[in-house]
């Protein structure tokens, strides 16, 4: 989460372009003018991007190059030094966690957080009876928990974990409760779905299973990926946007970025001019 203080001259910050859209809306999200510092150390420098909803984002980049800090701030984990944060034109920047999840903003951790006492389905419901606003409604309790059992079994339906409904959370194999953590957050109808390591130490046939959920309720949704594996990215998402110390060096489709000197350079260490001349 920390970045060198001086930013290499060719690592030059990049103002995201959405992707062609024939609708005027206003992005699902936007950022604009990101910064953040840490103990007067900048660690993200002036960082725009978009994501409209039905898009997906994959955030990539070295090892500290302010991915995770980028995501606490959309997140609302933290508060941006300068800058907003929007969703669908209204700015939230201020605004915690909790508050963002209620507005439709939800998030994964690269630990799954299910109630491992409970089982699958009622992690579930909880996540639906939440954004419904019938948490802890004490009258018309019945129908809010018929509902939102509804709810939860149709989502497991689409995981393919119906049989597991009644089982424990704890009792779930690491991918089984993968999944489980992206269905509770799906329960909570995202308008803004962040990912973060979704797939980290799923086999590859369990990480195109998750992938395939989100695919499923992506329509309405913007999603934001951060993602090491570099195939999971590339081929999963509309666009991607690298990292380098703390600036937005470059924002394109997958398959302009594989070919960017400058994305080579901050992954490979080489000077990107060395890269266009190897490349030519």
């Not at 957080?113 to 009258?139: D, E, I, K």
């Not at 393919?160 to 109808?189: F, P």
């Amino acid at each position: 989460m920390t970045a060198a203080a001086n930013v290499p001259s060719a690592a030059i910050a990049v103002k995201a372009t959405a992707a062609p859209s024939t609708s005027a809306a206003a992005p699902r999200v936007q950022l604009a003018a990101i910064e953040k510092s840490f103990g007067g150390v900048p660690v993200l420098q002036h960082i725009d991007l978009d994501v409209q909803a039905g898009q997906t984002l994959g955030l990539i980049g070295p090892n500290g190059a302010g991915k995770t800090t980028l995501f606490n701030i959309m997140s609302g984990f933290l508060t941006a030094d300068r800058g907003t944060v929007r969703l669908d034109g209204q700015d939230i920047s201020r605004l915690g966690p909790e508050a963002r999840t209620h507005l439709g903003v939800v998030r994964t951790f690269q630990k799954s957080l299910v109630f491992p006492s409970m089982t699958v389905r009622r992690n579930v419901a909880m996540a639906a009876r939440a954004v419904a606003g019938t948490g802890y409604r004490w009258w018309q309790a019945g129908a809010a928990l018929r509902d939102a059992d509804a709810r939860a079994d149709a989502l497991l339906a689409q995981a393919g974990l119906s049989a597991r409904a009644e089982t424990l959370a704890a009792d779930l194999s690491y991918g089984e409760q993968r999944m489980v953590d992206l269905t509770i957050a799906l329960a909570q109808s995202p308008r803004v779905l962040l990912l973060d390591e979704p797939t980290a130490g799923l086999a590859e046939e369990e990480g195109a299973r998750l992938l395939a959920l989100v695919r499923q309720h992506h329509a309405e949704t913007a999603v934001v990926l951060v993602s090491h594996d570099i195939d999971i990215v590339f081929g999963h998402c509309d666009r991607v946007a690298v990292l380098d110390l703390g600036v937005l060096i470059a924002v394109d489709t997958p398959e302009a970025i594989r070919g960017d000197a400058r994305v080579l350079a901050a992954y490979l260490g080489m000077p990107a001019q060395t890269l266009a001349e190897v490349a030519a």
